[in-house]
């Protein structure tokens, strides 16, 4: 039995709320929950993922920095060894 006085109120059929519409019930703390993603629209679970990102994470990273990606340090040694051979 909990202590009277120190406990929050337990709230047994809370609703989730998602995009304005209940998702489902649960037990918490507080009497309505909203969410902006649930089990029926995330896209691991809906089977519908979409690719946001169509350039690699790490190729966006080395042009940011300067660095340039592997195909690109190729093309330059190669134009390099060219202009040496004339």
Known sequence: MPKP?????????AKVIC???V???TGSTQPEIHVDVWSGNHPFFTGTQKIL???GRVDRFMRK???GSTSDNLTEEKKSSDQDAK
């Open 5 to 13: 006085d120190i406990h929050p109120t337990w709230y047994p059929d």
């Open 19 to 21: 995009n304005g519409e």
């Open 23 to 25: 998702v489902m019930t």
């Open 53 to 55: 990102d169509t350039e």
């Open 65 to 67: 920095y300067g660095m």
